[in-house]
């Protein structure tokens, strides 16, 4: 009984999803409506769920003062002024929106506003730029006409590279035509190729899901 | 004479065999010299369209005033570099055309960036003497976990997805809400995304079951898998990269950050091409040498 509930759960919603995409039915639309709604307030807990869980791992690692504690202890300091700046921020504009006087002007200046432009965009901008410097540094490394795949994979890269910026055009009229070849051409077949193929495979496993035969949510 | 041949042949493949082995600091150092020196002395590149962004410049211009359009900034800070200027580009023409843009995110960082880019765009557009009301001829709608299932909720009624804006205004009571709720109503979709969720999920989840009208604004190593959408007409077109934010610029003739960004990217992408082939040069050369050797042996 334990197993069968979730199996038949999940294929109830599973085939209301699919007929919903099918069917014109109002009853049907109705019902996936709310199955989705469902879904998405699920899903929305999980968040909760991850800020719970990271709570407890990093707050027992600080407690037991295990390897890097102290840079777990300024995780969670960060993540409690970003919640509570954004708390303070929700508050203020929730008040004025139900103050009823029409206004939906946002509010300005917060703390939770100084913070995102002057702590965490700086941050989360210069961490994506490093990996420029490791892309270049990759690049030089694993790009070796090693073999006719490995040449082949070479070609292509140093023709994108070079086409897909205006200094290619500058240097040969060709660069930018041969570039947009590849991308229209050959990635899309391959492009194509790979979604068809995950496509069948997320056919197949929604089946196996629906039909009882798969059960990953029953694991862990 | 000989043993000074072999000495050279020594010597070189010494020094074949270091640079083939290069540091990667070396990597870091000139990467960083090519970047601030471009950044210190920039030279604008003349930027060429290609034909993806063309469509997708004009599937906008099409769109009469007040057309109703959902823009998903489905990115955040990590992602500034590449998207920020085709976000500013495109809401800037949205604005220009007198659209309804309707905003919200499926990442969590989207939000402020959403309310970023109207402070950017609005604060020029005051300056020209065109005022911009929020709720009516714009909205924040915030952010939805979900990912699919959050798209396809959005598609069905964005009133019950999004019961509040970002301010906590209630949708149904903001004037840009009335008299629409689904995909249905909507003229263009516009996402402008880093990556899962982002411009495939839209189109499988929106756009396929609902036909509404799609362009997209992407990275430029996401922008491959838009190809075949792009060619089965799923997308009208799209954007992809910094690359694809210097093109746009040039159509809506306003040439800015993406643009002064031509000359560094050239530079970098010459710079590891150039890296690359003399990486696969030396390596063969001492190949040879190494070969030369074992039939002399």
């Known amino acids: 009984?334990?197993?069968?509930?979730?199996?038949?759960?999940?294929?109830?919603?599973?085939?209301?999803?699919?007929?919903?995409?099918?069917?014109?039915?109002?009853?049907?639309?109705?019902?996936?409506?709310?199955?989705?709604?469902?879904?998405?307030?699920?899903?929305?807990?999980?968040?909760?769920?991850?800020?719970?869980?990271?709570?407890?791992?990093?707050?027992?690692?600080?407690?037991?003062?295990?390897k890097d504690w102290g840079y777990k202890l300024l995780l969670l300091v960060s993540m409690f002024t970003m919640m509570i700046a954004g708390g303070i921020k929700w508050y203020r504009e929730e008040t004025l929106a139900q103050s009823g006087d029409g206004s939906t002007t946002a509010i300005k200046n917060t703390l939770f506003d100084f913070m995102f432009d002057h702590v965490y965009f700086p941050l989360s901008a210069t961490i994506f730029a490093l990996l420029a410097f490791y892309v270049a540094s990759a690049a030089f490394r694993a790009f070796r006409a090693k073999n006719i795949h490995a040449t082949l994979l070479l070609v292509a890269a140093v023709i994108v590279m070079i086409g897909r910026v205006p200094v290619g055009g500058a240097i040969w009229s060709g660069f930018p035509w041969l570039q947009e070849w590849l991308m229209t051409w050959p990635n899309t077949a391959g492009q194509r190729a790979i979604q068809i193929g995950a496509a069948i495979g997320m056919i197949a496993t929604g089946l196996r899901v629906i039909f009882g035969i798969e059960k990953p949510y029953l694991k862990g | 004479m000989s043993t000074e041949t072999s000495n050279t042949t020594s010597r070189l493949e010494k020094w074949l065999s270091a640079f083939v082995a290069l540091d990667r600091r070396w990597i870091f150092l000139a990467l960083a010299s090519v970047v601030v020196f471009f950044l210190i002395f920039p030279v604008t590149m003349p930027v060429t369209v290609s034909e993806q962004v063309r469509a997708m410049y004009e599937a906008i211009e099409a769109l009469p005033a007040g057309a109703r359009v959902h823009l998903s900034i489905d990115y955040g800070p990590g992602s500034e570099a590449e998207?920020?200027?085709?976000?500013?580009?495109?809401?800037?023409?949205?604005?220009?055309?007198?659209?309804?843009?309707?905003?919200?995110?499926?990442?969590?960082?989207?939000?402020?960036?959403?309310?970023?880019?109207?402070?950017?765009?609005?604060?020029?557009?005051?300056?020209?003497?065109?005022?911009?009301?929020?709720?009516?001829?714009?909205?924040?709608?915030?952010?939805?976990?979900?990912?699919?299932?959050?798209i396809?909720?959005?598609?069905?009624?964005?009133?019950?997805?999004?019961?509040?804006?970002?301010?906590?205004?209630?949708?149904?009571?903001?004037?840009?809400?009335?008299?629409?709720?689904t995909y249905r109503d909507i003229d263009l979709l516009i996402t402008i995304a880093v990556g899962d969720p982002g411009a495939v999920e839209y189109i499988q989840q929106a756009q396929s079951r609902y036909n509404v009208p799609m362009v997209a604004?992407?990275?430029?190593?996401?922008?491959?898998?838009?190809?075949?959408?792009?060619?089965?007409?799923?997308?009208?077109?799209?954007?992809?990269?910094?690359?694809?934010?210097?093109?746009?610029?040039?159509?809506?003739?306003?040439?800015?950050?993406?643009?002064?960004?031509?000359?560094?990217?050239?530079?970098?992408?010459?710079?590891?091409?150039?890296?690359?082939?003399?990486?696969?040069?030396?390596?063969?050369?001492?190949?040879?040498?190494?070969?030369?050797?074992?039939?002399?042996?």
């Open chain 2, 83 to 150: 998207l920020w200027p085709q976000h500013i580009a495109i809401l800037r023409q949205l604005f220009e055309k007198d659209c309804k843009v309707i905003c919200s995110s499926l990442w969590t960082d989207g939000p402020p960036m959403i309310e970023k880019g109207f402070a950017v765009v609005l604060s020029d557009l005051e300056r020209e003497g065109k005022r911009k009301v929020r709720g009516v001829d714009y909205v924040n709608l915030g952010f939805k976990a979900g990912d699919r299932v959050a």
């Open chain 2, 152 to 181: 396809a909720k959005i598609g069905s009624s964005f009133k019950e997805t999004f019961p509040t804006d970002y301010q906590g205004n209630p949708t149904s009571k903001l004037p840009i809400m009335q008299g629409w709720d």
């Open chain 1, 1 to 66: 009984m334990r197993n069968r509930i979730p199996v038949l759960i999940s294929a109830f919603v599973g085939i209301f999803m699919i007929l919903k995409y099918f069917s014109t039915a109002a009853t049907i639309k109705r019902v996936a409506d709310e199955l989705e709604q469902w879904g998405v307030v699920t899903l929305s807990f999980s968040i909760v769920l991850g800020v719970l869980n990271l709570i407890k791992i990093n707050l027992k690692a600080v407690m037991e003062r295990k």
């Open chain 2, 217 to 297: 604004g992407v990275t430029a190593v996401i922008s491959p898998q838009l190809y075949p959408y792009y060619q089965s007409r799923n997308l009208k077109g799209f954007l992809g990269g910094l690359a694809g934010a210097a093109e746009y610029e040039k159509l809506v003739g306003r040439p800015g950050y993406a643009t002064r960004g031509m000359i560094i990217q050239s530079a970098v992408h010459l710079l590891i091409v150039g890296l690359v082939l003399a990486g696969n040069f030396a390596q063969f050369l001492l190949w040879y040498i190494q070969r030369k050797k074992g039939l002399r042996l």
